[in-house]
């Protein structure tokens, strides 16, 4: 590595002390995120200066192989060239317009192209993924004329009132089921099941016959972990809610571009109805987008009822960013690659912790990856909460301390992107095996 790495149990060295001290005064918590936090884990967080390909650099000078990838979009690493080059020519024409531009269409022929369940089908951007998942579900509701929704336990889908109620990631991270502030009346119609069990859907359309608009899934849920579906579970979803005359919706924010070109519905050959995307959508920059069949979107004004709007949807920097990114992807076909080296990642470690004699359960899908420090298996987030935490907070703290930076939970993924070469996952695992000796001698 070309800059120093933090050697100390302790990470955050005294810039990043300094200007976390100062983030606290103005920020709550000193973030602008929970997630972000390192209330978990221990530790203040680094603070980032920079960022190119693989790694990221601190404001005390450390360099680290990041596998957050700012939670998901990085998938062609930081800073990549031509995105950034598209970012600034888009730039010099203007900031943002608050009307039409030609990029917004090319931008959505892209996706009606390669997403299934956006073939002959429509979508509307917005920039972010709880934008994209409130609208969807607003959507579904007037469509259906119905009011309740059903979601996955530990299940996240973004802050809107309606979902908070058994969120995962950020919420279970900060001990806290529910969220204040969040009427009752707000989750009523929201209906909580466990992942992958098919029986809880089918036993709430029985108790709510007619009555639910939607399912809303994470496809593979990323917000407990990286946790992937049970082999017919979605294909059960997908009959169940064409029975019931209900919505599926596909919650991509995480998965779309990211585990196949046409995300986790190409990856399992089942077709939601609607989708949502964001992260590696907007390449780096804010974006998101929801669409799906040309009947239910055609409700969503100004050609239907459904009112949804935003100021800086299809922005110009997001879309200039988001064009670059589908336009590598097409002509590099990264998606073999990220395969192999995420694979050696993840069997890596996992025969690592074998070694070492730590119980770890890995999971993975494509670039997306978990450890969870438990025997297994883990197919919900009941699963999931059986893992030690304490043992993560260790592992967490000995791998940021040996250069390797990591989302400070749980219950989050790690992320692959094309920029990690094999140097880099070398590195990653010598890493590993020093953490998990540590780990065996405590």
Not at 374 to 386: K, M, S, T
């Amino acid at each position: 590595m070309s800059e120093t790495t933090p050697t100390t149990d302790h990470p955050a060295d005294d810039r990043s002390r300094e200007l976390f001290a100062a983030a606290n005064r103005v920020l709550p918590g000193g973030v602008n995120s929970p997630v972000r936090a390192f209330r978990a884990v221990g530790g203040d967080p680094p603070f980032i200066r920079r960022a190119s390909g693989c790694r990221i650099y601190t404001e005390d000078g450390a360099e680290l192989i990041d596998y957050v990838a700012s939670w998901g979009p990085a998938l062609l690493g930081h800073a990549h060239p031509e995105v950034v080059e598209a970012v600034i020519a888009a730039a010099r024409d203007g900031l943002s317009f608050g009307a039409c531009t030609a990029a917004e269409t090319e931008l959505a022929e892209r996706l009606c192209e390669r997403v299934p369940s956006l073939r002959d089908g429509m979508l509307r951007m917005v920039s972010s993924g709880t934008e994209a998942t409130m609208s969807a579900l607003r959507l579904a509701r007037g469509f259906t004329g119905r009011d309740l929704i059903i979601k996955a336990d530990g299940g996240y889908h973004g802050h809107a009132d309606m979902l908070l109620a058994a969120a995962g990631s950020g919420v279970a991270t900060l001990g806290t089921p529910d969220c204040a502030g969040v009427p009752a009346d707000a989750v009523n119609d929201t209906l909580v099941v466990p992942y992958n069990d098919p029986d809880a859907v089918a036993a709430c359309f029985a108790a709510h016959p007619a009555r639910i608009a939607a399912v809303i899934v994470e496809p593979i849920a990323g917000n407990m972990g990286c946790v992937p579906p049970r082999e017919g579970y979605l294909q059960n979803l997908r009959d169940q809610t064409r029975a019931h005359g209900a919505v599926l919706i596909f919650d991509e924010v995480m998965t779309g571009l990211r585990v196949a070109r046409g995300g986790a519905q190409e990856l399992y050959g089942v077709t939601p109805d609607l989708t949502c995307l964001a992260k590696v959508l907007g390449g780096g920059l804010p974006m998101g987008a929801y669409g799906g069949d040309r009947a239910i979107m055609s409700t969503v004004a100004p050609l239907g009822p459904v009112y949804q709007a935003g100021t800086l949807s299809g922005n110009p920097l997001s879309v200039a960013a988001g064009l670059a990114t589908l336009r590598v992807i097409d002509r590099d076909n990264p998606y073999d690659a990220l395969e192999s080296h995420s694979a050696r990642l993840a069997d890596g470690l996992r025969e690592r912790a074998e070694h070492h004699q730590i119980p770890w359960f890995g999971t993975r899908v494509g670039s997306m990856a978990c450890g969870f420090f438990q025997a297994g298996p883990v197919h919900d987030f009941a699963d999931a909460r059986g893992s030690d935490t304490e043992r993560f907070a260790q592992w967490h703290r000995g791998m940021l301390a040996r250069g390797i930076y990591l989302a400070p939970s749980q219950f989050e993924c790690a992320f692959v992107s094309t920029a990690h070469d094999e140097a880099a996952i070398d590195t990653t695992l010598a890493a590993a095996d020093e953490v998990f000796a540590e780990l065996a001698g405590a």
